[in-house]
């Protein structure tokens, strides 16, 4: 089978959890770790026997891989994924896509000009539970959509939280695009459509301005779907729970996985559908490898990603201006 | 002791928890009660050893009763309180006040024109659990308050629901102006503070012309923290939650009673704080039957009643225009 040659910016949480499915992708041929902390990028490289780089660009320079994972400070996306499309080398560009709409646009239009693939990362999309919501949103068996919730409390300032994540400049802001992010992917990807407008209220900790530590977010869809999103970084207590509420029954994602309550039922049911975020890792990178072998575009494009950071925008407009943004006029 | 003459319009459930409650007030004297369908207030009648009759007016003349506690089917709400009031009776009110702020108007106008008190019966005023919550927002052990949530689920269409429910000129609504009066009463309630303005989407059963089933709300209290209230009506699946997050831990309450985490804990713990119904049917029975025989004004008067109608109008009319509806301009 011949294999894609495979390097990996950044040697950060993340990054591990990209190496670690890369064993299991039969297509993929890791190569080289690159990142600015020499001890760690030499202790990964030798953990999976690959060339250890400080420098992304000599990585690429030396390395010319097919196609590069770029999982860095999300300031240094834009540079990074343009770097690897001038020098013709295919990206797997973690979320969020980059800071600002305009540096999406900027590696859109690189992608463009250089013809390679761009992937972004949106692990969600290979979540087995996000998979058959959707698959029951579309076959109506619990009639129209009404409504969703998305909930997350994840103690957002932990000490272990690597800094640049506390830094407006380099995080872009705090709960909302980094873990918001999943939750209005999560809404877009189930239902099949975009949002139209948001309305937002976040909160700052005193101590990081710009890194905002909790949000209420009111979307609605296209297609007229109104939800909610809250999310609290304030606190230990984890919650990680979406509801979709249809005419005839409820679907709830939590940790313990999917369950339903068909109309007249009057408790939740285990559908027995649990995330695996390791096989979701190793289903994303499956289909990357197999896009730069076979030239079909991944699903998960440069404007998908792109109409996350949009609306992400959106929300940070809506909590300064205090009005309802419309996504099409931002 | 002096002892308060009560009579009460209307035989419903409603009706016979305040008839309950009246059976452990020291300061209540029940005396009759009103309603259309004889059968039902016969029994009722002879249950509690007072006079029946099917016209409330005709109770009023008769008994020449102290107070009325007023548990009429919504529309009826305002007609009913003017007429207690033009003839100087003393008004418990349930919720909502009335189907609209006009009607609200109307009855604070006779209220004041003939000096009889005016209490709205919002009993979340009486619930452990929520002045709990109140006390430890003033109390700042918590530090600030950052945002609330307040989650319905019920199944609005029950059979057994009375049909004047699901007509939209008897009830003035569906769930929100029923259910969700007590989520917006809660929030003022427990915040000491108004509601600036509402962001909501509500859907419609297609049986029930202009009775919602369901709501996504959006409000801005007028010290800007921001609340939201999910209510869904078309599930079997029972929840009444809410979170009030602060900036060190979160509140929690629910029908199992009230729980709290407080920042660095990963659990909720249980403080053994538990809603009775009952009791809180007594408590503001009492509050009423003192403020008769004291002469102060009952604590829920008639402006704070028209304040939740108001919001309420808000949402309808959020929902039908698609905007933010400031309530100050509404």
């Given at each position: 089978m011949h294999k894609v040659k495979i390097a990996v910016a950044g040697a950060g949480i993340i990054s591990q959890q990209h190496l670690k499915a890369a064993k299991e992708v039969e297509a993929v041929k890791l190569v080289a770790i690159a990142d600015v902390i020499r001890e760690k990028t030499e202790k990964v490289a030798c953990d999976y026997g690959i060339n250890a780089y400080t420098d992304y660009i000599e990585m690429m320079e030396v390395e010319k891989p097919d196609g590069i994972i770029i999982a860095l400070p999300h300031f240094l996306h834009k540079e990074a994924a343009v770097e690897a499309a001038n020098r013709g080398i295919n990206i797997l560009l973690e979320k969020p896509m980059a800071n600002i709409v305009e540096e999406c646009d900027e590696i859109i239009n690189a992608v463009e000009r250089n013809r390679v693939k761009l992937m972004i990362g949106h692990i969600v999309h290979f979540s087995k539970p996000i998979i058959k919501i959707r698959e029951i949103i579309q076959s109506n068996e619990l009639g129209k959509l009404i409504m969703i919730t998305d909930t997350r409390f994840n103690n957002y300032f932990k000490p272990e939280r690597p800094r640049w994540f506390l830094d407006k400049k380099q995080a872009g802001g705090g709960i909302v695009i980094n873990l918001g992010a999943h939750s209005i992917d999560a809404i877009q990807y189930t239902t099949c459509c975009g949002i139209k407008s948001v309305l937002a209220k976040l909160t700052y900790p005193d101590?990081?301005?710009?890194?905002?530590?909790?949000?209420?977010?009111?979307?609605?869809?296209e297609n007229g779907i109104s939800a909610v999103i809250n999310l609290n970084g304030y606190t230990s207590v984890k919650r990680d729970e979406k509801e979709y509420h249809f005419e005839r029954g409820i679907l709830k994602v939590t940790g313990e996985g999917l369950f339903i309550a068909r109309k007249g039922q009057?408790?939740?049911?285990?559908?027995?559908?649990?995330?695996?975020?390791?096989?979701?890792?190793?289903?994303?990178?499956?289909?990357?490898?197999?896009?730069?072998?076979?030239?079909?575009?991944?699903?998960?494009?440069?404007?998908?990603?792109?109409?996350?950071?949009?609306?992400?925008?959106?929300?940070?407009?809506?909590?300064?201006?205090?009005k309802k943004i419309d996504l099409a006029k931002l």
């Open positions: 101590e990081y301005p710009g890194i905002e530590g909790s949000a209420q977010i009111f979307l609605e869809l009057k408790e939740f049911e285990n559908m027995n559908i649990v995330r695996n975020k390791q096989k979701d890792m190793v289903d994303q990178l499956t289909e990357f490898a197999a896009s730069i072998l076979s030239g079909r575009e991944p699903s998960i494009t440069g404007q998908y990603g792109k109409s996350i950071i949009k609306a992400i925008m959106g929300v940070y407009k809506s909590n300064e201006t205090g």
